[in-house]
Nanobody
Framework: QVQLVESGGGLVQAGGSLRLSCAASANIVSFNYMGWFRQGPGKQRELVAKIINSGTTNYVDSVKGRFTISRDNAKNTVFLQMNSLEPEDTAIYYC?????????WGQGTQVTVSS
């Protein structure tokens, strides 16, 4: 069973930055991709950013230019650097690891951006 543990959430003012971390209990290069999802109040969960096994990254339009996903293969950890945060970024952020026919979720970390 794969475990994903997120950290780094918190309360920040608009325009500030946070860095989320997701530590995996397995070799992250064995996953098809790893990603960060978020679910804001009254909203559906959405994929914010993902990093594919090859290293290619993808972002939802609303965070392009502000968020950066990266990984440290030696530490089996994926990061989400979030800059220029906006109140609309307030959500629970979940780490996700994708394997063929199965996916794994972290417990989530709260990010709150005050105006």
């Amino acid at each position: 069973q794969v475990q994903l543990v997120e950290s780094g959430g918190g309360l920040v003012q608009a325009g500030g930055s946070l860095r989320l971390s997701c530590a995996a209990s397995a070799n992250i290069v064995s996953f098809n991709y790893m990603g960060w999802f978020r679910q804001g109040p009254g909203k559906q969960r959405e994929l914010v950013a993902k990093i594919i096994n090859s290293g290619t990254t993808n972002y939802v339009d609303s965070v392009k230019g502000r968020f950066t996903i990266s990984r440290d293969n030696a530490k089996n950890t994926v990061f989400l650097q979030m800059n220029s945060l906006e109140p609309e970024d307030t959500a629970i952020y979940y780490c996700y690891a994708d394997k063929t026919l199965k996916g794994y979720w972290g417990q989530g970390t709260q990010v709150t951006v005050s105006s």
